[in-house]
């Protein structure tokens, strides 16, 4: 099984090169509905392929621009969050280099930034901000690095300033939904991840790509649990740090429930049937 799945994400993402590449060589606007339509597809077949079940509470507002702004735990993280939204995504600029996944993130419109560059932050907010004028989510994962699927970094400010950007940009748009999503790993071949468990899931530190796919796919089915919270307004008298404090600590809070309550409830029942939780 877990061969028949490496396959198929080979074909998978070798289709989707092929495609993702011919999109982005024709014009915007005669393609943009064929990449919202394929970036979310992709998205969801890849999971499928990945052995990655995906379960989603709370609904994201229909009007109005939105910035999503989740924590961040692997790779994955982004074809999770794409299977249920099409969203342009912010990811680091070494990104864009890699053979693969450079060109694909390329072709699907993903925004890069080089942390630790303050310079460019201007011009990737003002490229967010064109963003969100053109309907299209957008989302940050403000860690600005992926962590170990139990604990969350510190949250960076520095481009939930986009908001701002575009409220300037725009003046009829009077406010832009910052919206809160936490993003956990529960479960893991049939059983409750524990702490070990969930690191064997992130991907984070100085783990190698291709050992990390692998374990993945021969880890069995994983349940990734997307909560989307309750947005926040950000409007024209908005601090950004404020804002930046407040998702963080709605995201911390719900994490804790994801981590905590609910494998702890999994692990429960577990135990009383005489199985080993991770």
């Known amino acids: 099984m877990a061969t028949l799945r490496l396959i198929s994400i080979g074909i998978l993402i070798a289709l989707a090169l092929a495609l993702g590449l011919a999109l982005a060589s024709t014009p915007e606007r005669a393609t943009r509905r064929a990449k919202q339509w394929f970036r979310?597809?992709?998205?969801?077949?890849?999971?499928?392929?990945?052995?990655?079940?995906?379960?989603?509470?709370?609904?994201?507002?229909?009007?109005?621009?939105?910035?999503?702004?989740?924590?961040?735990?692997s790779w994955t993280d982004v074809l999770a969050l794409g299977s249920r939204k099409d969203i342009v995504f912010l990811a680091r600029h070494d990104l864009a280099t890699w053979p693969v996944l450079g060109a694909l993130a390329r072709a699907y419109g993903t925004l890069f930034v080089e942390r630790g560059r303050k310079r460019q932050i201007p011009e990737v907010n003002r490229q967010m901000a064109l963003s969100m004028e053109r309907r299209q989510i957008v989302a940050l994962f403000p860690e600005a690095t992926t962590g170990d699927g139990t604990r969350l970094r510190t949250f960076n400010s520095s481009h939930f300033a986009a908001a701002r950007d575009l409220l300037l940009r725009r003046p009829e748009i009077t406010v832009v939904h910052v919206m809160p999503v936490?993003?956990?790993?529960?479960?893991?071949?049939?059983?409750?991840?524990?702490?070990?468990?969930?690191?064997?899931?992130?991907?984070?530190g100085d783990t190698d790509f291709a050992p990390h796919l692998i374990d993945l796919v021969h880890g069995g089915r994983t349940k990734c649990r997307i909560r989307f919270l309750p947005s926040i307004r950000f409007d024209r008298?908005?601090?950004?740090?404020?804002?930046?404090?407040?998702?963080a600590a709605a995201i911390r809070a719900a994490f804790r429930v994801e981590i905590m309550e609910r494998v702890r409830e999994d692990r429960s029942a577990y135990v009383l049937s005489g199985r080993q939780v991770v």
């Not at 893991?188 to 899931?201: D, E, F, S, T």
């Not at 008298?237 to 998702?247: G, N």
């Open 237 to 247: 008298a908005t601090d950004r740090k404020v804002v930046t404090r407040e998702a």
């Open 182 to 204: 936490v993003i956990a790993y529960t479960r893991g071949g049939g059983l409750p991840l524990g702490r070990a468990g969930r690191a064997c899931v992130a991907w984070y």
């Open 40 to 73: 979310k597809g992709f998205c969801r077949l890849a999971c499928k392929a990945l052995g990655i079940d995906v379960e989603a509470d709370g609904t994201i507002p229909d009007d109005g621009p939105i910035l999503l702004v989740a924590n961040h735990i």
